[in-house]
T-cell receptor
Framework: QKEVEQNSGPLSVPEGAIASLNCTYS??????FFWYRQYSGKSPELIMS????GDKEDGRFTAQLNKASQYVSLLIRDSQPSDSATYLC?????????????FGAGTRLFVKA | GAVVSQHPSWVICKSGTSVKIECRSL??????MFWYRQFPKQSLMLMAT?????????EQGVEKDKFLINHASLTLSTLTVTSAHPEDSSFYIC????????????FGPGTRLTVL
């Protein structure tokens, strides 16, 4: 089992719809979770971080965390064509001497105009 | 805040030469920086973790003698690709971890390396 798993997609949604991106992780002790957006040919950009169970909202983005089920999700409301990108889920996992950040392979999102 | 720069943004070199890539955290201190490589349409691959004042920790399969990492200060890490070959052509991205509760990583814009 991979440490951080995401559906590779592509996920296609019409403009204005809600895009739902999911991620599961294997380390039960993980405490920090992140969502990054990566446009083609560019480096990843941090869009959300979440540390506690429940929802965290920032503009059109909502991150949801359920530690008992070991999943974290990202909802994008009122999706725009400019949201078309690859979304990377990242989780801090325990490591010798501290922790390291593990990235999922990413989910490609297409928002159709 | 939390800006990370990389230089150069792109480089073309001949096979057998060495290339140095710089990664700087501009407005925060980063005791830990990371170097990633990404091939077209593939996911990020962590190459090594760079710790200020100590040796880098390399991921399995990454040759430490080929990819030299130096983390000379709390704001600068360098990656040198030695004796580059065409198969080293890739998108190299650094990130810096902002220490504290959040432990968020912020990425540089990346360096596209093409080895002829």
């Amino acid at each position: 089992q991979k440490e951080v798993e995401q559906n590779s997609g592509p996920l296609s949604v019409p403009e204005g719809a809600i895009a739902s991106l999911n991620c599961t992780y294997s380390d039960r002790g993980s405490q920090s979770f992140f969502w990054y957006r990566q446009y083609s040919g560019k480096s990843p950009e941090l869009i959300m971080s979440i540390y506690s169970n429940g929802d965290k909202e920032d503009g059109r983005f909502t991150a949801q965390l359920n530690k008992a089920s070991q999943y974290v999700s990202l909802l994008i409301r009122d999706s725009q064509p400019s949201d078309s990108a690859t979304y990377l889920c990242a989780v801090n996992i325990s490591n010798t001497g501290g922790f390291k950040t593990i990235f999922g392979a990413g989910t490609r999102l297409f928002v159709k105009a | 805040g939390a800006v990370v720069s990389q230089h150069p943004s792109w480089v073309i070199c001949k096979s057998g030469t060495s290339v140095k890539i710089e990664c700087r955290s501009l407005d925060f201190q980063a005791t830990t920086m990371f170097w990633y490589r990404q091939f077209p349409k593939q996911s990020l691959m962590l190459m090594a973790t760079s710790n200020e004042g100590s040796k880098a920790t390399y991921e399995q399969g990454v040759e430490k003698d080929k990819f030299l990492i130096n983390h000379a200060s709390l704001t600068l890490s360098t990656l040198t690709v030695t004796s580059a070959h065409p198969e080293d052509s890739s998108f190299y991205i650094c990130s810096a971890r902002r220490t504290g509760r959040s432990n968020e990583q912020f990425f540089g814009p990346g360096t596209r390396l093409t080895v002829l």
